[in-house]
C-alpha cells in the first residue's frame, strides 16, 4: 500500500494564481481531511470528507475548496492564493465509522509545501 | 474555545535519560487523546492513543499517561536515543468518529548523545 500520497511537494505561486493540490489514499478509508500546519500555529483543519460525496468545512476553510467524487482523492483548491495561504499543507485519512468508540487514528501524507508571491 | 498547549516548544534530553513532555488542554472534554511523531519534512505519524478511562498506556519505551481532573497528558520516552529526536504533537478527539481531532504545536524533542 502506499498509504496517503499527495502532489506536488512544492509549489509556488504568484498572487491571485489557482491550483489544486492533490490527494490520494489507497487504505479505502471513509474519513479524509486537510490541514494546514504553520510555524507556533499547530496543524488547523481546512475542509474535510466523511465519505464520497460529502464534505464540510473546518477551522480555516476560506479560499479553499474540496471535492470528493470517488473515496480514494480528496483534492484541495486554491481559488485565488493570497501570500497568508504560504504554508506546509497535509492531507490526511482514517477508518471511521462515525460510531462512539471510533478513535480517528490519522494516516497522514508527506505534506506539499506552497509558497505564495 | 479549546485551547491545547504543549509544555515547551523545545525541549532538550541527555541520551538514556527519560523524555517527558506534557500535552495540557481546556476548555474541552476529549474522550480520547493521540501522541504523533513528526519528523522534519515529514508528515506526522501515529504513536499511542489513550482512553478518557484509562490512566495509562505503554508501549515499548514509549509511556502516555491521561489525567482528566488535571487535563493533563504526559508522554513519556524512557532510555531516550538520538533517534528519538522529533517533534512531537498532542492531539485531542471526541468520542464520534466523525468529529475533528484539535492538535497542539508541539514540541520539539533533541536527545544529546
Known amino acids: 500500500n502506499a498509504g496517503v500520497t499527495q502532489t506536488p511537494k512544492f509549489q509556488v505561486l504568484k498572487t491571485g494564481q489557482s491550483m489544486t493540490l492533490q490527494c490520494a489514499q489507497d487504505?479505502?478509508?471513509?474519513?479524509m481531511s486537510w490541514y494546514r500546519q504553520d510555524p507556533g500555529m499547530g496543524l488547523r483543519l481546512i475542509h474535510y470528507s466523511v465519505g464520497a460525496g460529502i464534505t464540510d468545512q473546518g477551522e480555516v476553510p476560506n479560499g479553499y475548496n474540496v471535492s470528493r467524487s470517488t473515496t480514494e482523492d480528496f483534492p484541495l483548491r486554491l481559488l485565488s492564493a493570497a501570500p497568508s495561504q504560504t504554508s506546509v499543507y497535509f492531507c490526511?485519512?482514517?477508518?471511521?465509522?462515525?460510531?462512539?468508540?471510533?478513535?480517528?487514528?490519522?494516516?497522514f501524507g508527506p505534506g506539499t509545501r506552497l509558497t505564495v508571491l | 474555545s479549546q485551547k491545547i498547549e504543549q509544555n515547551s516548544e523545545a525541549l532538550n534530553i541527555q541520551e538514556g535519560k527519560t523524555a517527558t513532555l506534557t500535552c495540557n488542554y481546556t476548555?474541552?472534554?476529549?474522550?480520547?487523546l493521540q501522541w504523533y511523531r513528526q519528523d522534519p519534512g515529514r508528515g506526522p505519524v501515529f504513536l499511542l492513543l489513550i482512553r478518557e478511562n484509562e490512566k495509562e498506556k505503554r508501549k515499548e519505551r514509549l509511556k502516555v499517561t491521561f489525567d482528566t481532573t488535571l487535563k493533563q497528558s504526559l508522554f513519556h520516552i524512557t532510555a531516550s536515543q538520538p533517534a528519538d529526536s522529533a517533534t512531537y504533537l498532542c492531539?485531542?478527539?471526541?468520542?464520534?468518529?466523525?468529529?475533528?481531532?484539535?492538535f497542539g504545536t508541539g514540541t520539539r524533542l533533541t536527545i544529546i548523545p
Open positions: 492531539a485531542l478527539g471526541s468520542d464520534f468518529g466523525n468529529e475533528k481531532l484539535t
Open positions: 476548555n474541552y472534554s476529549p474522550a480520547y
Open positions: 487504505m479505502n478509508h471513509e474519513y
Open positions: 490526511a485519512s482514517s477508518y471511521s465509522t462515525g460510531l462512539a468508540g471510533s478513535t480517528d487514528t490519522q494516516y
